[in-house]
C-alpha cells in the first residue's frame, strides 16, 4: 500500500536551530497515524510543512503519489488536507454555521452573488446542519447560535465537522483533547472514529498517551527533529513509547524510522 501523504528529507531551519533534520514522514489510506515527542522535538514543525503553514527549506512532500509545493494553507485546503488546530482557529462570536464556512463562504447564485457579492446564508446553514447531524453532535440545537455560547467539547465537534466536511484526503488534529474534561474527550475521540469511518486519515498530535495509543493504527515517534521510529500500539506500552521519545531507551533495530 502507498502512503497517501508522504515527505522526505524534510529539513527546516530558523536561524541556527534545525527544527527538521532530514525527517520522513508517511500516512496510510484509512489510518489514524499518532504523532508524539517531547516539547521541541519539531513536531508543530513537521505539522506545518505538511499542511502549508509553513515552507520547508529542503526536503519533498508528496499528496496521493504527487509531489506538492504548498505555500499557504490555502493552498493545502485546496488540495483536500484540512487541519484543526489546537487553538481551533475559529470566531467566537459568529455563529456556527459562519464558523464552518469561513473562507470559503457559499455565495447566491445569479448576479446577487457575482455582482452584490450576497451570502447564501440558508444554503450554508443548511450543510452545516447535516455535517453536525452525519458526526452525531446532537446537542446543537440552533446552528446560528454564536460559537462563544458552546462548550468546549461542542466547540471541538464544530471545528472537527468543518474538517471533515472539507477534508478530502486528510485531516489533521492538533491536540483535540487539549483542556477539555473527561466526557468531552471521550466525545471528540468518538468523533474521530466517526471520521475515520468514512474513509479519510487522520493525524493525531497529542501529548494524551491514553488517546493515543487508544485510536491509532500506528504510531509515529519525533525526536530532535526527525522521525525515530514508528510503532504498533499493540507491540508497545506507553512506557516504552515515553522512553523512545526521551531518548532513554532506543527503539528495536528493525523498528527504526520505518
Same mark, same amino acid.
Given at each position: 500500500?502507498?502512503?497517501?501523504?508522504?515527505?522526505?528529507?524534510?529539513?527546516?531551519?530558523?536561524?541556527?536551530?534545525?527544527?527538521?533534520?532530514?525527517?520522513?514522514?508517511?500516512? !496510510?489510506? #484509512?489510518?489514524?497515524?499518532?504523532?508524539? %515527542?517531547?516539547? +521541541?522535538?519539531?513536531?508543530?514543525? /513537521?505539522?506545518? =510543512?505538511?499542511?502549508?503553514?509553513?515552507?520547508?527549506?529542503?526536503?519533498?512532500?508528496?499528496?496521493?503519489?504527487?509531489?506538492?509545493?504548498?505555500?499557504?494553507?490555502?493552498?493545502?485546503?485546496?488540495?483536500?488536507?484540512?487541519?484543526?488546530?489546537?487553538?481551533?482557529?475559529?470566531?467566537?462570536?459568529?455563529?456556527?454555521?459562519?464558523?464552518? !464556512?469561513? #473562507?470559503?463562504?457559499?455565495?447566491?447564485? %445569479?448576479?446577487? +452573488?457575482?455582482?452584490?457579492?450576497? /451570502?447564501?446564508? =440558508?444554503?450554508?446553514?443548511?450543510?452545516?446542519?447535516?455535517?453536525?447531524?452525519?458526526?452525531?453532535?446532537?446537542?446543537?440545537?440552533?446552528?446560528?447560535?454564536?460559537?462563544?455560547?458552546?462548550?468546549?467539547?461542542?466547540?471541538?465537534?464544530?471545528?472537527?465537522?468543518?474538517?471533515?466536511?472539507?477534508?478530502?484526503?486528510?485531516?489533521?488534529?492538533?491536540?483535540?483533547?487539549?483542556?477539555?474534561?473527561?466526557?468531552?474527550?471521550?466525545?471528540?475521540?468518538?468523533?474521530?472514529?466517526?471520521?475515520?469511518?468514512?474513509?479519510?486519515?487522520?493525524?493525531?498530535?497529542?501529548?494524551?498517551?491514553?488517546?493515543?495509543?487508544?485510536?491509532?493504527?500506528?504510531?509515529?515517534?519525533?525526536?530532535?527533529?526527525?522521525?525515530?521510529?514508528?510503532?504498533?500500539?499493540?507491540?508497545?506500552?506507553?512506557?516504552?513509547?515515553?522512553?523512545?521519545?526521551?531518548?532513554?531507551?532506543?527503539?528495536?533495530?528493525?523498528?527504526?524510522?520505518?
Amino acid at each position: 500500500m502507498e502512503p497517501i501523504l508522504s515527505a522526505r528529507g524534510l529539513v527546516k531551519r530558523f536561524g541556527r536551530v534545525t527544527a527538521l533534520d532530514h525527517c520522513d514522514f508517511d500516512l !496510510f489510506p #484509512g489510518e489514524i497515524l499518532g504523532v508524539i %515527542g517531547d516539547n +521541541g522535538a519539531g513536531k508543530s514543525t /513537521l505539522i506545518k =510543512s505538511l499542511s502549508g503553514a509553513e515552507i520547508p527549506d529542503e526536503g519533498t512532500v508528496t499528496l496521493e503519489g504527487e509531489t506538492v509545493n504548498f505555500i499557504s494553507p490555502i493552498d493545502a485546503r485546496k488540495a483536500g488536507i484540512e487541519t484543526v488546530y489546537q487553538t481551533l482557529a475559529m470566531s467566537p462570536a459568529l455563529a456556527i454555521a459562519d464558523n464552518m !464556512f469561513m #473562507g470559503r463562504e457559499i455565495r447566491k447564485k %445569479g448576479f446577487m +452573488g457575482s455582482i452584490f457579492r450576497k /451570502l447564501d446564508h =440558508s444554503k450554508m446553514q443548511k450543510i452545516a446542519h447535516e455535517k453536525l447531524t452525519d458526526l452525531g453532535i446532537m446537542t446543537i440545537q440552533n446552528i446560528n447560535q454564536a460559537v462563544e455560547t458552546l462548550s468546549g467539547g461542542q466547540r471541538q465537534g464544530v471545528a472537527v465537522a468543518r474538517a471533515a466536511a472539507f477534508g478530502s484526503k486528510v485531516i489533521i488534529m492538533d491536540e483535540p483533547t487539549a483542556a477539555l474534561g473527561v466526557k468531552e474527550s471521550r466525545r471528540v475521540l468518538d468523533l474521530i472514529h466517526d471520521v475515520k469511518s468514512r474513509g479519510i486519515p487522520i493525524i493525531l498530535i497529542s501529548h494524551n498517551m491514553p488517546h493515543v495509543f487508544e485510536v491509532s493504527d500506528r504510531i509515529h515517534i519525533h525526536r530532535l527533529g526527525r522521525r525515530l521510529c514508528v510503532i504498533q500500539p499493540s507491540d508497545f506500552s506507553m512506557s516504552d513509547a515515553v522512553a523512545f521519545m526521551t531518548g532513554a531507551k532506543e527503539p528495536p533495530p528493525e523498528f527504526g524510522a520505518t
